[in-house]
């Protein structure tokens, strides 16, 4: 239900009530209702159907929306608004509303001892953000990531719906007053009410938008080339990864390949030096050494990309058959210097109105390649004196080109090949994660990447991954123990048969751990693709309520099951119990212990009581064989447990159809037994399950259909292996 009328103070406001309880509120001052967000015109946020209110009350003087999990409270003689739970406890009180052209500011009264998570990549330090003053724009370096959300321990969350370059100051004079200004000179804004993060997650992301599911392969370890490197060498480090027996799945390279270093025009050529003969082969239907690469030694491959193209008038395009191509100029000098990248944004010199972005790629795509990764480059510079095709201003622009780009790049390669494509970009803004996957960009594979990971996930976004540090003990194990996995080699050396038999046997290990893990993973992104909730957890997203998890920096769930501890030797155990994976001992929660880590690991991985794990075949590639084998790791629990194992053929669009396998593990179990029920799907391509079970006494018997089934007892970890377990129901009996 939508209600829209004037203030007293002459402010023109509308507030709807969206399924799920979710409040759309805008207040404009007199003759500017019409203004939207160019996330609004362009399509970019998701139509969440109205509701009706439970009740609501509407006279001169208020209004009063009450839904199933909180009411907004309008004064109309001030034009403030008040957010209260279905307790009509007050959560969220405006106090202040200030307009001018340019900008818009609003502050509101807060409780004392609550907290605030969200914003993105603001933050390498922390993920609560009491008492800091955040800047939501697209940065270099110091902000790749930027989404003008947070949500609140108090159970609320506040979503700014603009492009413009907003400002948040998180009571940092300590008054419990919070406030934000925002450059589109309106309030534009979703408010969310739910009793945890989760709920609040899931709530924004039915606005937002959820995940798309990537291709399988692109959960495999990639290796990124040296920039120096040319044909021979690509193919001889992707070689190498077989040679040595080391799981790898993409051979990338780096903005080397180009005739013009970091060309960013629709002309731009493979090297042919490095890279010769490239247009001849393909033109007379000879092999290439990308046919080497992915069809002789199975891999996907991918290019650097870099962008500064004009993406607003296929924008306008798409919205209109009848939209006039102009082509844009400056309209100021004032340009900005990025000492980073070491030049100015100048006039558009690149674009050619009248062609999209992707439509030049386009025979890229046709000698082989994957996807592109799109590096930040002049996505995170000012343009203060751009005007683009559509008559947007870089201040409206700016946060707004990343979200064109990733879109603009999925539904060009999805349409061109009729395969899911995968975005990868290190760079975001409101609705970013129904896209792309990201990386940190510059900021190397150290322990502060990880922070900077859980303010991402705090907006609903996990699918991401670091510049591994390759060469390190500490680095390979948080670099292979993330959604995704990469070494990237642009300036670096980090093969792994340079740096001695004991950093090649770590890489075998650890890749080949990630490649068992990969039904493991691949079912947990299905079910984000569905929740919004990523499957990367921050402690003090899946233990909101659990003090200490609000400081942790050096943890993070890799899906529901797994605790995965990097750079430290000390690990806080949240709720429940634990399973040293690597040497079998368990752990009561909610204590810090020391815990020493094997001479050939590099960090700690646990499993949480009531675990169930897909685990695949070891393959050198995805698809190297069909995954018609599955070990499940179970870790039983008295309350049963439930996993949700999700197949497709890994690379097509036809699971949008509803062409894939969803079939159903559960598990529970005490001292005296222990129940596993296998339920496949009837299109399920397991053919042969087996089971190992993490108890701590060996068992007397397993039994199925009444029968005793082999098993065997590991005394040391504390395991029980069944070899061939059955459709149905397996029962340990001790």
């Known amino acids: ?164 370059k907003s400002i948040f100051d998180m009571d940092s004079a300590k008054n419990n007053t919070i406030s934000f200004s925002d450059g589109s000179g309106i309030i534009d804004l979703y408010l969310f009410t739910g009793k945890d993060f989760k709920e609040l997650l899931g709530a924004c992301t039915s606005v937002t938008g959820r995940p798309a599911l990537p291709p399988v392969w692109s959960f495999g370890l990639w290796h990124i ?61 000879k092999r290439t050494f990308v046919d080497a690469i992915k069809y002789g030694m199975g891999y996907h491959f991918e290019l650097w990309l870099c962008d500064n193209y004009d993406l607003t008038y296929e924008e306008e395009r798409r919205l209109s058959k009848d939209f006039k191509v102009e082509k844009s100029e400056v309209i100021t000098d004032n340009e900005e210097f990025d000492e980073h990248l070491g030049r100015d944004c100048y006039d558009d010199k690149i674009t050619i109105p009248e062609e999209p972005w992707f439509e030049h790629l386009k025979s890229f795509v046709d000698w082989g390649a994957d996807f592109f990764k799109t590096d930040a480059s002049d996505q995170v510079n000012n343009h203060p004196g751009r005007l683009y095709g559509n008559g947007m201003t870089d201040a409206e622009c700016h946060n707004f080109y990343p979200l064109m780009l990733m879109r603009q790049m999925s539904e060009g390669f999805a349409q061109h090949t009729n395969r899911r494509p995968f975005i990868f970009n290190p760079c975001g803004w409101t609705t970013f994660q129904k896209w792309a996957a990201t990386w940190t960009g510059d900021t190397g594979g150290g322990l502060s990447t990880l922070c900077g990971i859980f303010n991402t996930c705090f907006v609903g976004h996990g699918l991401t991954t670091v510049d591994m540090d390759a060469n390190k003990k500490e680095g390979i194990h948080f670099g292979y123990l993330l959604p995704l996995s990469q070494i990237n080699n642009y300036s670096s050396w980090k093969m792994p048969w340079l740096w001695g038999a004991e950093i090649i046997e770590m890489h075998r290990f650890y890749a080949s751990l990630r490649s068992r893990l990969i039904p493991y993973l691949y079912s947990c992104m299905y079910k984000t693709t569905q929740d919004g909730i990523p499957f990367l957890l921050p402690p003090a997203l899946e233990f909101q309520n659990d003090p200490v998890c609000r ?36 752990f009561s929660g909610k204590q810090t212990l020391s815990v020493a880590v094997p001479e050939n690991r590099g960090g700690g991985l646990f499993v949480r009581k009531g675990a169930i794990i ?113 459709h149905g129901t397996t029962i340990i009996e001790f």
């Open 1 to 164: 239900m939508r209600f829209d009328f004037t203030c007293h103070c002459d402010r023109t406001v509308s507030v709807s009530l969206l399924q799920g309880g979710i409040f759309h509120l805008r207040i404009t001052p007199v003759g500017r209702e019409n203004q939207i967000s160019a996330l609004e015109k362009y399509g970019y946020l998701e139509n969440v159907p109205e509701e009706n209110p439970v009740a609501f009350e509407n006279n001169a003087d208020f209004l009063e929306i009450e839904s199933s999990k909180g009411s907004l409270l309008f004064d109309k003689k001030q034009a403030f608004f008040e957010l209260t739970d279905v307790n009509k406890k007050s959560l969220f009180k405006q106090t202040e509303l200030s307009f001018n052209e340019k900008c818009v500011s609003a502050a509101f009264t807060v409780s004392a001892d609550e907290d605030f998570a969200g914003f993105g990549d603001v933050s390498r330090e922390r993920f609560f953000h009491r008492g800091e003053k955040i800047s939501c724009w697209v940065r270099n370096v110091k902000s790749y990531i930027c989404v003008p959300f947070f949500m609140s321990t108090a159970g609320y969350g506040l979503l700014l719906n603009s492009t413009y």
């Open 225 to 285: 080339c040296n920039n120096i490197s040319n044909a021979k060498d690509a193919v001889e480090d992707a070689y190498r990864y077989r040679e040595h027996k080391i799981p790898c799945d993409v051979i990338g390279l780096e903005p080397g390949w180009m005739e013009t270093t970091y060309d960013y025009s629709t002309q731009k050529k493979w090297d042919p030096v490095r890279f010769p003969l490239m247009l001849e082969s393909f033109k007379f239907r």
């Open 551 to 586: 400081s942790l920096k050096h943890e993070h769930l890799l899906g529901p099951s797994l605790l995965v501890s990097s750079f430290t030797d000390e690990v806080y155990f949240p709720e429940g119990e634990w399973k040293d994976y690597w040497q079998g001992s368990y």
């Open 614 to 726: 897909p685990l695949g075949p070891v393959m050198q590639y995805r698809q190297e064989r069909e995954v018609d084998e599955v070990e499940i790791y179970c870790y039983p629990s008295e309350e049963t447990s439930c996993f949700k194992y999700y197949e497709d053929d890994g690379i097509s669009l036809d699971y949008k159809q509803g062409k894939y396998a969803l079939s159903e593990i559960t598990l529970t179990g005490n001292d005296k037994t222990v129940t596993l029920t296998v339920s496949p799907h009837p299109e399920s391509r397991v053919r042969q399950w087996r089971a190992v079970f993490a108890v701590k006494t060996s068992p007397q018997r397993v039994v199925f259909g009444g029968k005793d089934v082999p098993f065997t007892w590991d005394a040391d970890r504390q395991e029980i292996s069944v070899s061939e377990i059955y």
